[in-house]
């Protein structure tokens, strides 16, 4: 009995006009969302390597090791393809230097603010918005529109279970919906593999549990059009309130959520930071200007009253000492600034936290939501993503800070060694620093290289919203189970 | 006889429970959209200040002018809560310098990418996404829908014209429904100024025009459904293709059409241009180090302090001719490539334009001044300060601020100056356009609004005149 109550509930859906235009349609928007995002993914790809190729042009037309300063760029990844995230909001590169701490600037949306008026189409988004849709569209009528016709009760008076007719319902709608859809999403990823996206392993564990969380979403919609279609009499009252549900579920309380949060968590501005650490530096500074003067002042005190060439010869002979000394205390100062730094940014990551887990905790009320959460965190585009390119750029910076102290040290000493020789020579010849014409070799330069998520940490953050995912649509489900036994099918 | 069908078309649509939760769902929304937009702008004034009062103290103490470090701010714009458009995606700060140019950094969804994964719940949304499907909801069976219950045939069993008849269902049906939508409206607008956002005219002026560009818009998609509705005979398939065409006016075209303007027209990326820039950059330092070589070796004296002097004298001479030319170059290179994103952006906005609601995400935008033109006024607004920054510095000495000068001889020794007093700073100060300008903006979008309008109605009224109403 249940197989020919799902055929027919798979005969009616597949051979209705409706599904064959609505099934057009998202399969046109699946395809069109991943050939958009692979094209998107290609021009991203294009800009990181020319930016990266002309910093390494820099780099070897560089003369000297002095302050060498130089950028780091985020590499696109392909999930960016299918979850675009805060991927374009957040800063692309970031200066490396000894003065400068690591922060990402320079968003795609902030350079081109064109993309940022209508924003992207991705998989996700068509998932999130149009497939739920689609959901309801197909299925807010299951039980009342069955009643409406009179063909419920023609069923029923057949000694079927109604556990087993819905059930039927549920099984019938599912296959007829899910099936068809996975045709134009195969067709997407055999697109990625055409046009040469370099996937790896991992990445297609991760699409592949995409589509997974995509198809649960998609069910637990289905399930709570069976369930509010079980729960009125009249199909316009379903469809109505189904809308009403969606609106809220889908466009609302994510960013109510979110707002909320803002709200009732404060977090200092970024500007705010800056000046702090602004200031700390300052005064840093002006403190090692003032104790290496005063220092100079004591070196110089025996010389007082001794004639012009005298007194040069006592400066070159106490120079060094206090040269040496003074760059004591600079990499003293640097030291401290950089703890006051971390300490800063600290402060503020954590208030972050905070206002995050709370807009997130409140924005879960929404399926929607825990669909978008999960699938940004399968991309590798949500809200940590900033952290943690900063964090390893962090890490990037001390490497290739300490390397351009060594290669300076090195530099300035061979530097000496020339003066040297070209004083012994003779001749008044006045250097400038750092007027050397030769390229510097930096063929042993670190390079940054971002190193991805662990696999297991991407599931283990995504297992939440899969569980809660999965809680909703069973709820539902049991909820139109209940609501179903108690239907009034005449 | 019209009057008549108005009063019916009237009462039909607010006396149902259909009207009453959706114009209920409506009203919380606006409602919301007013009160949380006020206290967003509260909260983007605190951090404004707070952002400008730290600039302000760090530089406390300070007691040489060259080494400050000076931020300007965009301060929130009152309507930047109802339309946010692109406000958040752009910097808010700009970093002061003497010299060089100048780049908003630090957008807000860059510093909180956490408002950007669901972004804003502002009234443009709820104008563009939810009440053109409440028009949609209201309007997809307009005439097929009568046809169904058989009221149609009914009405013209007696003698009603039927020019008249269509001019009163789509009359009614939109008093009906944009009426009652008005008083939550109202009710937002006062709500605004008792919860601290100040309106003077010019805002309340924008955010009347953004009201009628959303009833405009409101009114396309219900004259929409009735025009699909006289062109299908059963209100399911009316509604089907309405859901369709809504989901790709609303959501679909708008976002294609940018993204496929941005590969059709190839604009050289800012890093591309940051590059030549900082390539010339290079050059012209190594230009100016060895000139100050030549001055040195050919100007040598004993006398340290007339050679440092006539050293520095030569040093701003060149420095002088180095920002000139790199001036000419920026200016050069940016005009370059503004130009072919303006092409871009042109293609991207003319294509988006075929959906309604690019035309009033635009208008609505351009009237709130949320537009791309904010980052263009801010950064304009910029470089002008910039040039009273530098007079000022320059009247302090400063203007060589961490331009360090390395020569043989030892260094010289000061006693300890009186810190800064900030106060002499001159402030900067930013002035959005006037409204006029914006309206004047939004105007092409607002006639195309008018069109679809007027097309969708004279499409509805033809084919209505031919309709079969048995």
New interface residues.
Partial sequence: MLGVLIEKELKSILQSPKFVATFGVCSLLILLSVFIGINEYRASVAQYETATNWVDQQIAEATTFENLPTRVYRQPSPMQIFVSGVNYDIGRLSQISIEQDVKLEQSAYSDDPIFAVFRYIDFTFIVQVVLSLFAIVFTYDAINGERESGTLKLVLSNPIARGQYLLAKLVGSWLGLTIPLLIPILIGLLLVIAFGVPMTETDWLKLVTLIGVSVLYFTFFIALSLLVSALTRQSAVSFLFLLVVWITLVLIVPRGAVMAAGQLVEVPTVAEIESQKDRYRADAQGDLRATSNLRFQEMMAPAQGFGEAERRAFYTANIDLYTEETNRLRAEMEVVIEQNNRRVNENLRNAKAEQERLAFLLSRVSPASAFKLTAMNLGGTNTSMKNRYEDQMLAYRETYNSYIETRWQQEQEEQEQLLASQRAGGGRNVNVAGSGNQAIDTSDMPRFVASEESIVEVFLASILDFGLLTIFTLIAFAGAFFAFVRYDVR | MFKIILDKELREIIGT??FA??FG?CAV?IL?AFY?GA??YQ?SVQ?YD??VT??M??ME???DWA???H?I?LPPQPLAALVS??SN?????VNMDVRGELR????R?????????????DLE?IFA??LS?FAI?FGYDAINGEKERGTLSLSFANSVPRDKYILGKIIGSFLALIIPLMIPILIGCLMLPLLGVPMNADSWLRLAMVILTGTMYFAVFLTLSVFISTLTQRS?TSF?VL??AW?FAV??I???S??AA??MVD?P????VD?EK??YS?QLFDER?NA??AW??AN?QSDHRLMMEGMQAFRSEQQALVDEKMGIFVEQLNQERDNK?DL??GV??SL?RISPT?SF??AA?DLAFT??DL?ASFVDAASAYQQEFADFMRSKNADFGGDVF???G??V??E?PDPIDTRELPLFAYEPPPASEAINESLPDLGLLFMFNAFFFAGAFVRFNRYDVR
């Fill in positions: 429970t259909k939760v959706t769902v929304l919301l949380v206290r967003n909260i951090e707070a952002s730290e600039n103290r760090q103490g300070v007691t080494n400050i470090d931020r701010f458009g692109v995606d752009i910097g808010r700060t908003p950094e630090g957008s969804f860059a510093e909180d990418p956490i408002f950007a994964v669901f972004r804003f719940l949304f996404i939810v499907l909801l399911s089907l859901v369709v989901v959501l679909i708008p976002r294609s940018v993204l941005g590969r604009v990326s800012v890093d591309e590059f900082g390539k290079a180090m100050m070589q040195t070796q040598y994103a871009r952006t991207a906005l988006a690019a995400s635009l935008s537009s791309m980052r390395v020569g043989h030892a260094p020794v000061v300890e």
